[in-house]
């Protein structure tokens, strides 16, 4: 039987009734708005510790430390550091910017170009396994008391198995955590070249589902961006999804597998209290299997200018009721210059220089997580905003 595809190899491009979050790194929880407090050279030192007793490497040249802001904005800022390695090749890490903590490295050994295929590989796949977890088990202990299931077979890249975990959040209804332990094995000698740790948010959802999985494996046919007579539902995973602002939502993730030798590539999302469909899954540039025309709801989208960065996303679309278009207060993050702190007790707003409690923006707590309207908010923070009915669209214009 195949095994679970570690969240389709998620990448941070995220409980156990809270006694999980615990365990792993929990300063990481909850930084998602504060100011970095650690310094550039605290971080350059963390990283070169880190990188030399944990990954084993020599180190050469500091070439970059730069603060990132964008990247897993979930996580909250993370220093970007990158050395020279003594024997022509490169090494770094990021480092959470509150906490301190690392929570990913890599090395890119001097033999390894970007211009070829790579070779193949020579190290059997379960021998890259076992040498991962056994990395694993020395060098980060806290992992041993989190509860881990393997993922799908490795995947191979240009150079390395790319070998992960899920982190199951209740073991009740075998409910994952929002991304995998990810470790990258040298296909060539069994090195370990780079470890991504699992990011454990608090999580506010429900991790019990009110709809039962088989009722959800039959809605996926109706869904199935592949034709479910050729191609069933192979898997379905129940998974706490965080997007790239914090916003949370448990999920069921329901895949198919064109062929039995592949991880799977296809599939279709859907809330897993609501048994609303949310988003498909498909490979990027469309995959070379005959995709089905599937309709799902349409959602209202909030668009920031200028540039037209959309401020909401698939997986918590804004909320278009009688009373207006309510959006996820986390998603208040994606417009520059605004800190949002949220906890499961309120939500509370940072802008120029001033603070706004959840009360004065009209906040509710349902489906899980913390709503405002978005007109009260947008004339708090002063903000325009223009709605398109045709298109569902607001847009805010900041002034900014």
């Not at 070829?116 to 796949?125: I, K």
């Not at 060098?139 to 509860?147: C, T």
């Not at 990258?184 to 948010?201: I, K, R």
Request: proline letters at 8%; one cysteine or more; glycine letters at 8%.
């Amino acid at each position: 039987m195949m095994k679970t595809p570690v969240g389709a190899f998620r990448f941070g491009c995220y409980t156990a009734r809270m006694i999980l979050l615990l365990f792993v790194f929990p300063s990481s929880a909850g930084a998602q708005s504060s100011w970095p407090q650690v310094t550039r050279e605290t971080a350059a030192a963390t990283a070169a510790e880190h990188l030399t007793l944990v990954a084993r490497q020599a180190l050469g040249r500091l070439t970059l430390v730069t603060l990132d802001t964008h990247c897993y904005p979930a996580r909250g800022p993370s220093w970007r550091v990158s050395f020279d390695l003594l024997d022509g090749a490169e090494a770094g890490a990021s480092v959470d910017a509150v906490s301190g903590d690392v929570w990913t490295w890599f090395v890119v050994p001097g033999r390894h170009s970007f211009t070829d295929a790579g070779p193949s590989p020579r190290v059997p796949t379960e021998d890259a396994r076992i040498r991962a977890w056994e990395f694993v088990e020395a060098a980060y202990p806290a992992l041993r008391r989190v509860r881990l299931r393997p993922g799908s077979e490795p995947l191979v890249s240009q150079y390395t198995y790319i070998v992960g975990w899920d982190v199951v959040l209740d073991p009740l209804t075998a409910c994952l955590g929002p991304t995998p332990l990810i470790v990258d094995v040298d296909h060539q000698t069994g090195d370990v070249l780079g470890v991504e740790l699992p990011y454990v948010a608090p999580i506010w959802v429900d991790t019990r589902p009110a709809i039962p999985p088989t009722q959800i494996a039959e809605r996926a046919r109706r869904h199935a961006m592949l034709n479910p007579n050729q191609y069933p539902i192979a898997r379905v995973d129940l998974r706490v999804l965080v997007d790239g602002w914090g916003a949370q939502r448990l999920v069921y993730e329901c895949f198919q597998y064109p062929l039995q030798t592949e991880n799977p590539m296809y599939g279709v999302v859907f809330d897993a209290h609501t048994g609303e469909p949310l988003y498909p899954i498909a490979p990027i540039g469309g995959g070379k299997y005959p995709a089905r025309s599937v309709r799902l709801p349409r959602h209202a989208s909030v668009m920031l200018e200028p540039g037209r960065r959309a401020l909401s996303t698939q997986l918590c679309p804004p909320v278009l009721g009688r009373d207006g278009l309510w959006l996820r207060a986390e998603h208040l993050r994606a417009v520059d210059g605004v800190e949002v702190d949220v906890t499961r007790e309120g939500v509370t707003v940072h802008h120029s220089g001033r603070t706004i409690g959840g009360t004065d923006l009209g906040a509710r707590w349902r489906d899980y997580g913390w709503w405002v309207p978005l007109r009260k908010v947008a004339k708090a923070l002063g903000w325009r905003v223009d709605w398109n009915n045709a298109k569902k669209e607001a847009v805010i214009r900041t002034g900014r």
